[in-house]
């Protein structure tokens, strides 16, 4: 019964998963750069959100949603896709964060944790529907 629903719900069960993966690692180079190694919050942010964006990119294509690229073309249209919605989302996590750091100062672990969990709410349907569309 488990893996009938497995099956059933794989893409989005593995979605849900390497996200859950992606925004580990986000969370930890932003904890790790901005407390033990003092970087200002918006700084560490962008090079997490960079990580971020690569880890998922790779994962997103080989492990979830399983597409094969037959083209130099096609690759690169994937791909500046993919960057591109991660870019503008990139700019709502920081704007997000700078918002409730700043004006509601939450601390920014915190911040952070909530802006990704936001972030990553719209994300599968974009990558399913958008991006990741199964090439014939």
Excluded: C
């Excluded at 994937?78 to 700043?102: C, D, K, P, Q, Y």
């Amino acid at each position: 019964m488990i893996k009938k629903l497995y099956i059933k719900f794989e893409q989005f069960i593995d979605y849900f998963l390497f996200g859950l993966a992606t925004a580990v690692i986000a969370i930890t180079v932003f904890y790790v750069l901005n407390e033990w190694v003092g970087w200002q919050y918006l700084i560490a942010n962008a090079v997490s959100v960079i990580t971020a964006i690569l880890f998922s990119y790779i994962v997103n294509k080989r492990f979830v949603f399983k597409t094969k690229t037959r083209s130099r073309k096609k690759l690169f249209r994937e791909f500046s896709l993919f960057v591109s919605v991660r870019i503008t989302a990139s700019l709502l996590n920081m704007l997000g964060l700078f918002v409730l750091v700043s004006f509601i100062s939450l601390n920014p672990t915190w911040a952070k944790i909530i802006v990704e969990i936001i972030i990553a709410s719209t994300s599968y349907l974009i990558s399913r529907k958008l991006i990741f569309k199964h090439h014939h």
